[in-house]
């Protein structure tokens, strides 16, 4: 899969439900003044921005795999200590942290459980570690779950995204046990969003982010509008509004 399209192109993909899912998981996690956090795995910096606003930018570390966005991350959070590095192996100290988060991320860990001993690990004990994934479950309702569906639909083979960890009620759950991290409560984040039109839905798909982009450039330009429509039958008329939901789960460290 790919994320190496860039930013700008991440935000225009996923950042319209990434940005209303990141106080949602704030909230979730525990985040108040004074605190220092650390967000795994940020992306472009969708999380990493609400944490920054509520606890200012000297109380901010983040890392990512990915150079693109850890520079964008340096870019729009100017002060917050933004690293190069995967989930598995922080380049941080051990309990430097009061908590870490991972915003939609545990799904593409090389290692999934490895990624959240490594979260408990900068963290301080007794101190939170939080997860929330995309519910990419068979008829679930994260924001790629129609895009999947059609594609189901066309292509009975395709995988989509439901077999990536955490991504099912109750999975994070079970690895954040598996990682050895205690008191481990998990439940759903919803909000909703609207769209103006299916284009404004629809384009974003083609841009190249994530697994839905290896998909959509696998295709030739006959399937890619076969799936286009397929999509748009299975949405109402615009402009429409979807419930989104992610999974979420906490623990201590």
Known sequence: MSFFSGADAYDRFMGRYS??????????????????????GCGPGALTTELVSRLGAELVAAADPTEPFVEAVRERNPGVDARLAPAENLPFDSDEFDS??????????????????????????????????????????GPLSLFWEATHQL????????YMAGTGEGDLAALFAEAGISSVEDGALTFEVEHASFEEWWEPYTL???????Y????????VE????????LLPPAPFTLSIRAWAARGRA
Not at 216 to 223: K, P, Q, R, S, T
Request: contains cysteine; negative net charge.
């Open 155 to 162: 292509d009975p083979g395709s995988r989509g995204e439901s």
């Open 216 to 223: 959509v450039d696998g295709l030739d330009e006959a399937g």
């Open 226 to 233: 076969r799936l286009r429509e397929a999509c748009r039958a």
């Open 208 to 214: 190249g982010v994530g697994p839905v982009g290896v």
């Open 19 to 40: 940005v209303e899912l990141a106080p949602l998981f704030a909230d979730f996690s525990g985040v108040e003044p004074g605190l220092r956090v650390v967000d795994v």
């Open 100 to 141: 870490a988060l991972a915003q939609l991320v545990v799904h593409f860990m090389t290692d999934p459980v490895a990624g959240l001993r490594e979260m408990g690990r900068v963290t301080r004990q007794r101190w939170l570690v939080t997860a929330c994934v995309w519910d990419h479950a068979p008829g679930g309702s």
